[in-house]
C-alpha cells in the first residue's frame, strides 16, 4: 500500500498531467493579453426614422451638404491609422575610483631596552573602474483601421480597433487605441501613429513561441514537484 507521501506525489502528478494536455490542446487557440483595455470596436447608435420627403430630383438618403467631406466624426466611423514607430533610447554612464594607502614605523626601543634599530612600511592601492552602456531600438511600421468608439465633449475621436492575422497555425494580433483630433485627419481618413494621443499600440503572437513559454511552466511544475 502507498503511504500518504507517495499518495501525495501521485496526485500532483496526475494533476500535471491533465495540466499539461489541457495547456497543450489549447495552445493554439491561446489569445495573448492586451494593454488596449476598451472595446475594440462600436455600433453606432441606431437613427429614428423620419419620414422622408423625396422629390422628382432630391433624395434625402443620398443627400450631402455641397461643403461637407467625409471626415470621421460619429461613433461607428472608420479611420485608418499609420504607425510609424521608430525610438531610439543610449545611456551611457562611467565612473572611476582610486585609492592609495601607505604607512611606515620604527623601532629603536622595547620595554625601556635599546634595541636594533627596526623599521617597518606597508602600501596598499585600490583601483576601480566601472562603464556601462544600454542601447535600445524598436521599429514598428504597419497600417491598422480603427473604429471611433467615443467622441469627447471637445470634438476629439477616441479610437480602437484590432486585426488578426493568421499564418499557418499561428495567429497575429495587431491592436491599437488612442485619442484622435479631427484637424490630423488627412485626405483618405489617414492618421500618422506619431499624432494620436494616449497611443496603446501592441503586436502579439500566439505561435510557437507562446507554447514554448507554457511547456516552461509545465517542467517548473514537475521540477518542483520532484523536490517534495
Aim: glycine share 6%; net charge positive; charged share 20%.
Amino acid at each position: 500500500m502507498l503511504n500518504t507521501h507517495s499518495r501525495k506525489v501521485c496526485n500532483l502528478a496526475l494533476k500535471g498531467i491533465a495540466l499539461a494536455s489541457c495547456l497543450l490542446v489549447n495552445a493554439c487557440a491561446f489569445t495573448p493579453e492586451t494593454v488596449v483595455k476598451q472595446p475594440m470596436t462600436a455600433k453606432p447608435a441606431a437613427v429614428a426614422p423620419v419620414k422622408s420627403n423625396n422629390g422628382a430630383i432630391f433624395n434625402v438618403a443620398a443627400y450631402h451638404p455641397l461643403f461637407e467631406d467625409r471626415r470621421p466624426r460619429y461613433v461607428g466611423d472608420t479611420v485608418t491609422i499609420n504607425i510609424t514607430e521608430n525610438t531610439n533610447t543610449t545611456k551611457n554612464s562611467e565612473s572611476n575610483g582610486s585609492k592609495d594607502g601607505k604607512a611606515a614605523n620604527s623601532i629603536t626601543s622595547l620595554f625601556g631596552h635599546n634595541v636594533p634599530a627596526a623599521s617597518f612600511a606597508g602600501s596598499s592601492s585600490n583601483s576601480v573602474k566601472e562603464k556601462d552602456d544600454a542601447k535600445s531600438s524598436n521599429v514598428f511600421n504597419g497600417s491598422i483601421t480603427v473604429t471611433v468608439i467615443d467622441v469627447l465633449p471637445n470634438g476629439n475621436l477616441s479610437v480602437s480597433g484590432e486585426k488578426q492575422i493568421s499564418f499557418d497555425r499561428g495567429t497575429e494580433f495587431v491592436r491599437f487605441s488612442g485619442v484622435v483630433s479631427p484637424d490630423s485627419i488627412t485626405v483618405g481618413n489617414f492618421v500618422p501613429s506619431s499624432k494620436v494621443a494616449d497611443a496603446r499600440i501592441e503586436y502579439r503572437t500566439n505561435t510557437k513561441v507562446d507554447a514554448a513559454s507554457i511547456a516552461a511552466l509545465v517542467a517548473r511544475f514537475f521540477l518542483s514537484m520532484g523536490a517534495l
